[in-house]
């Protein structure tokens, strides 16, 4: 059974869905705008370095999906081979089933399905990133639930690995990145769409209400029809990358080493691709971390500007790009709630460890195990309304840049906006504060509300001055110093 016909995302999800497409390796076409190299800050460089991977198999990759295939020290930017379209397709060959793991309640034999963890307050969407190609074998090597609350303007983001090893109904325990293909070959119910939401829902609890796909080109067009995106990068990072996208990826000598950040960079959608996907120089989990770094700078830009007064025109003009079950009269419905959301309401999460492990199978497969309680807690927090979200949405920080180090300011808002709080930017009276400097305008000068800004930010200590004020537009003022460092990671701050 073939998914439901093309449609567009609703720009009020539309900066979830694009990063959807991450994890990608096929052959990219050539792209249709100039090729332009983009570094924004100072200290953020390509560095051409010599290449030679070792070019991967058919059988490494169509038989096992073995993330060993890709081992972080050793960069194989290249695709994979197009299969025969003609050959007849064995889902037993596509997807070898192995032993079962070792027993548990939750994996041994057909475990027992999650109670439900969602009511119906919540709109939830499962967004998916494929490299789709017509008569080939592919992967869904990009899975997000976004659970929506559209009345309170909170979203959930939860990452899920493509090596998860769960039950997959019909199937048996797999990854569950074979999910999808497995409903289409079978005719399944609703076929890819309806097994992978009927699996999502069975071991994680979470019931899917929409589901919406892109791909690897949708992906590029879609960003580039929006103008770009402009991606605040706390921490740089270096991975492969071709030099020009024109030129031929299975030449070893066409790639270099590419370093972005920090500072807020603006990707074509060239280079949204590249971040969202690579993964040669880390893993699939920092590469679910830089996902939703580009959801939510995105999904922020839509906001700030008159793209939802566009809706029908990108409904036109990008309504090949995405396949969903969404139409035009549903996004037109939901687009008002839009009016609900900013980029402090957006929580996200991530299945990595302490939420699984790693596992190797009887057939040699490396997978990763739910740990049972720690994820099973983590989706209690992630599906739950946040009190403390809505506490925190009511405090604004204005952030001054106190450092000649230009987007600084732009990345402790982000920083600040992960852990749930609004923030303004403004400019900084001078730019060569040695420590950090926090200002509290409030009545109450709440020690505990400073105390968590200011770790927030990740400082040992700032310089506090008592400012009442109750005409003040903000609660708080950070001037950042020399002090502060823009690194961090998104999973460390509390909710």
């Known amino acids: 059974m073939k ?42 460089s390509p560095t051409p370095t010599p290449f030679q991977p070792s070019l991967y198999t058919p059988t490494q990759v169509l038989l096992s999906f073995d993330n060993s295939a890709f081992p972080s020290e050793t960069p194989s930017p290249s695709p994979i081979p197009p299969i025969d379209a003609t050959a007849t397709v064995d889902i037993n060959q596509l997807f070898p089933t192995s032993a079962a793991p070792p027993a548990s309640d939750a994996l041994a034999g057909n475990p027992t399905a999650l109670p439900p963890l969602t009511d119906s307050e919540t709109i939830n969407f499962l967004l998916i990133g494929s490299d ?81 796909m892109v791909d690897f080109d949708g992906f590029r067009r879609i960003v580039d029809t929006l103008g770009g995106v402009e991606l605040p990068i706390a921490c740089s990072y270096t991975d492969w990358r071709l030099i020009d996208p024109s030129y031929d990826q299975y030449n070893e000598n066409n790639w270099w080493l590419y370093t972005v950040g920090p500072g807020q960079i603006h990707m074509d959608g060239d280079l949204a691709l590249w971040y969202a996907r690579a993964r040669s120089k880390s893993n699939d989990f920092d590469r679910g971390r830089r996902q939703q770094e580009v959801i939510r700078a995105i999904f922020g830009q839509a906001l700030q500007t008159s793209t939802f007064g566009k809706i029908p025109q990108l409904y036109n003009d990008l309504s090949s790009t995405v396949i969903t079950d969404l139409g035009l009269a549903d996004i037109l419905r939901m687009a008002p709630h839009a009016l609900n959301f ?32 720690e994820l099973s807690q983590m989706l209690i927090e992630a599906t739950t309304l946040s009190t403390f979200a809505v506490d925190r949405k009511s405090v604004k ?38 420590a950090s400097v926090l200002v509290d305008f409030t009545s109450g000068q709440d020690p505990n509300q400073r105390q968590t800004i200011i770790s927030t930010l990740n400082l040992f200590s700032a310089n506090i001055i008592s400012q009442p004020d109750a005409k003040s537009p903000v609660q708080y003022r950070v001037i950042l110093g020399y002090d502060y460092e823009p690194c961090f990671q998104p999973q460390d701050l509390s909710h």
């Open 132 to 212: 789709l190609r017509p008569g080939s074998s592919y992967r869904t090597d990009t899975i997000i639930v976004a659970v929506v609350w559209p009345k309170e303007g909170q979203v959930s983001l939860i990452s899920i690995p493509r090596d998860l090893w769960i039950y997959i109904p019909t199937v048996g325990m797999q990854r569950v990145n074979t999910a999808y293909q497995s409903g289409e070959i079978t005719g399944y119910l609703g076929g890819g769409p309806g097994l992978l939401k009927d699996t999502i829902s069975y071991n994680l609890g979470i019931r899917i209400d929409h589901t919406a």
């Open 3 to 44: 998914p439901s016909p093309h449609y567009y995302v609703p720009l009020v999800i539309l900066g979830i869905l694009l990063s959807a497409c991450g994890a990608f390796s096929q052959t990219p076409q050539q792209a249709q705008l100039p090729f332009a190299l983009i570094t924004s800050a100072p200290n953020s």
């Open 342 to 373: 900013t980029n402090a309401n957006i929580r996200g999460y991530y299945i990595r460890p302490p939420y699984v492990s790693s596992w190797t199978t009887p057939g040699g497969a490396a997978v990763l195990l739910p740990n049972d309680a």
């Open 397 to 434: 920080v204005e952030v001054q840049n106190g450092v000649p180090f230009d987007t600084w300011d732009t990345l402790a808002a982000s920083r600040l906006n992960y852990a749930g709080y609004q923030t303004i930017i403004s400019k900084a009276d001078r730019r060569d504060y040695g």
